[in-house]
């Protein structure tokens, strides 16, 4: 599954998955730096095998599949289904890699704003989590020189744009460190301590 992640071969991917269907749990496979098939096909920033992997989960592995879901008869099951079933994708969108980046990080780090999206508002995933070097989601976003993600996450979520990482730099830093110059002009909108020192 993770080759055909890998190589973009989401018809393949799709094909596979629906064959196997129930018999396999996306939600629970890693590869070797603990990626799961959601974070890896957000760090090939693979949108289609996203979405796949994603559309099986939710038919088969998150909180029972679609057939609990629909044994749910009642007003009370259907509000502690759709409770589990959240809580079930936020905890997999959520899983660290061996470096505690998340798929959120790597769609970020892309700018694929429709799989963050996907992952902040349907998923439940954590825009406030850092990794081992103390980087979230703006870090990343300046880092990858993606401007749509920092409005999105300052403007929409509040974010603090002068939040430093576990060296003390700043956004603002790492726009400049990695030359990234759209990103720059929007931390520069966004009024930023210009005195932070890292």
Request: glycine residues 6%.
């Amino acid at each position: 599954m993770f080759k055909y992640i890998s190589d973009n071969e989401y018809r393949s991917l799709e094909t596979m998955l629906e064959q196997e269907g129930e018999k396999i749990d996306v939600t629970q496979l890693k590869e070797s730096r603990m990626y799961t098939a959601l974070s890896f096909s957000a760090f090939k920033n693979h949108q289609q095998c996203f979405k796949i992997v994603l559309n099986h989960a939710r038919k088969y592995n998150i909180a029972g599949g679609e057939a609990a879901e629909k044994a749910a008869t009642t007003a009370v099951k259907q509000g502690e289904f759709t409770m589990r079933k959240r809580k079930d994708l936020s905890n997999w969108v959520n899983m660290p890699t061996d470096e505690r980046f998340s798929a959120l990080h790597f769609s970020t780090y892309h700018g694929n704003i429709e799989l963050i999206r996907i992952m902040v508002e349907e998923m439940g995933a954590d825009y406030t989590t850092k990794n081992v070097y103390g980087a979230n989601v703006l870090h990343v976003a300046a880092q990858g020189d993606q401007p749509c993600p920092l409005y999105y996450f300052v403007a929409l979520k509040d974010m603090d744009i002068n939040v430093a990482d576990n060296r003390g730099s700043t956004p603002l830093h790492w726009a400049c460190y990695s030359k990234a110059e759209f990103a720059l002009s929007y931390i520069l909108a966004m009024g930023p301590d210009l005195e932070i020192v890292d």
